[in-house]
């Protein structure tokens, strides 16, 4: 592992990365951000991407508080992007019962 310039081990290093699709950066953040006004779906969105490695699979398990300490984001706004990203059909949301934590599919549907 190297160094950073700040003395401490990169992160990069350590954390494989996961690619994006160039829509996701080039079409679909305007779309989010600057259209819907909605960055905390864009936000979550990159999340998911990087926990279901690009939509390969299903996320674990992962509850709203853990996605809020993972993207900095109150629960409220957790949920209000989960809910527009499910309308636009870019997540789907499985839960076994109502109260369950649930499990995200992320959707790619600018490659169908």
């Known amino acids: ?3 950073c310039s700040c003395g401490s081990e990169c992160y990069s290093d350590r954390v494989p990365g996961v690619p994006v ?9 305007g779309d989010l951000i600057g259209h819907d006004r ?3 779906a ?3 969105y ?3 991407w990087r926990l279901t ?3 390969k699979k299903k996320s674990e398990p992962i509850s709203l ?8 984001l109150s629960k409220r706004a957790i949920q209000d992007a989960a809910d ?3 309308r636009r059909q870019l997540i789907s949301i499985e839960r076994q019962m109502p109260t369950a934590v649930p499990v995200y599919r992320l959707h790619k549907p600018w490659q169908r």
């Open 84 to 86: 527009r990203l499910e």
């Open 38 to 40: 909605q960055p905390s």
């Open 21 to 29: 699709d160039p829509y996701v950066f080039d079409v679909l953040m």
């Open 46 to 48: 990159l999340l998911i």
């Open 1 to 3: 592992m190297r160094t």
């Open 53 to 55: 490695d690009g939509g």
């Open 42 to 44: 864009f936000v979550l």
């Open 65 to 72: 508080r853990t996605l809020s300490e993972r993207t900095g």
